[in-house]
């Protein structure tokens, strides 16, 4: 794969479906890897590449739906396109709640789907991106202690009441102790003040994180 080209894999158990998306992409400037099943796109694919997926919805064995389904557990960077012959309007439901971009009937115009495609690429990078921050910012939580964890719990439950005085209250332990642990929470979530940590936990949030860090 090149860095140069943005890449469409394309998921269709049709081989001559693989063959002309791949030979009218290509000659659209895109870089089309092509499987005909999604086990087989499962085995090459890295799990990080963002790239938009062309895929059938009525494979056999593992579903295009079924296939979509696992990609969002797995947090999955790319972007779905779906095209069938027989897809109802509860599949195309189904998959349009997932994330994806379209669901598109055979035969399509080629001009719609590579519309759907340069969006699908777009959104790609989009989740990339957000990916990429959520696993920074989980990072730096990764690297507190219980106790520290329950320090910033309390923060950010209650930002109004911050002092160590008032979480050492609520923790049974002393101000001064807090105040270590503080200086050590600011430290290694690598911002200077509650007001940091706040907006840090948001911008958490934001770009689809968990709840709590």
Known sequence: MTDSMPVVFVVDDDQDIRTSLTRALGQRG??????????????????????????????????????????????????????????????????????????????????????????????????RAARELRRGIKARFDRLTAREEEIVARMLANPAEVSSKEIGNFLGISPRTVDHHRARILEKLEVRSVVELVDLVTRLRASGGMASP
């Not at 999604?38 to 990080?48: I, K, M, S, T, V």
């Not at 001009?111 to 969006?119: A, F, H, K, N, P």
């Open 30 to 127: 895109f870089e089309v890897i092509a499987y005909d099943s999604a086990e087989a796109f499962l085995a090459a694919y890295d799990g990080e590449q963002a790239a938009c997926l062309v895929l059938d919805h009525g494979m056999p064995e593992m579903t295009g739906l079924d296939l979509q389904a696992l990609l969002n557990a797995q947090d999955s960077p790319l972007a779905l396109v779906f095209i069938t012959g027989h897809g109802g309007v509860p599949e195309s439901v189904q998959a349009m709640r997932g994330g994806a971009v379209d669901f598109l009937e055979k035969p399509f115009r080629q001009s719609v789907l590579v519309e759907r495609i340069e969006t699908a690429l777009e959104l790609a990078e989009t989740r």
